[in-house]
């Protein structure tokens, strides 16, 4: 098998495992990919335009990132940008991320979902830091760096 076999291979298997891991929590996501790119959106079907993007449930894209980030799996932030699979992620990585990323989509069920805290009238909000850059997350198992980090 050539680079190119290893590398769709593995790009086929983090779809079908990402696809099967949002029904088992039934979540609609749509997955799409061409060759080792990706993206995943919370919709019914992928967007073809930046109208059809602007409707995905971003809210839910961001605690599936936020609980995929406490499981130290490292994703694009933003439901706009695509995901790279490249040759350094092998069987164990992409184990990892399908593996991982079942209890990611069970948090971001609807029914989970805790609405934002009110403010008084009048009152400021505190200028502590949020998003993935407030918190440490620990090694990424997914990143090339990881993957050929010396032993």
Known sequence: MDAYDTLEDASARLEAGLADAAASAGRTVAIARVGSLLTVSFRERAPINGEEALTSDRDAFARFF????????????SPFEAWFVSLAHGDIEIEE???????GVRRIDRSRRTPPARVPTGARRSRRPSGSCARP???????????NAPD
């Open 66 to 77: 936020r609980a995929m980030l406490t499981e130290n799996v490292l994703l694009p932030p």
């Open 97 to 103: 991320t399908v593996g991982g990323r079942t209890p």
């Open 137 to 147: 997350a620990g090694p990424s198992r997914n990143t090339a760096a990881s993957a």
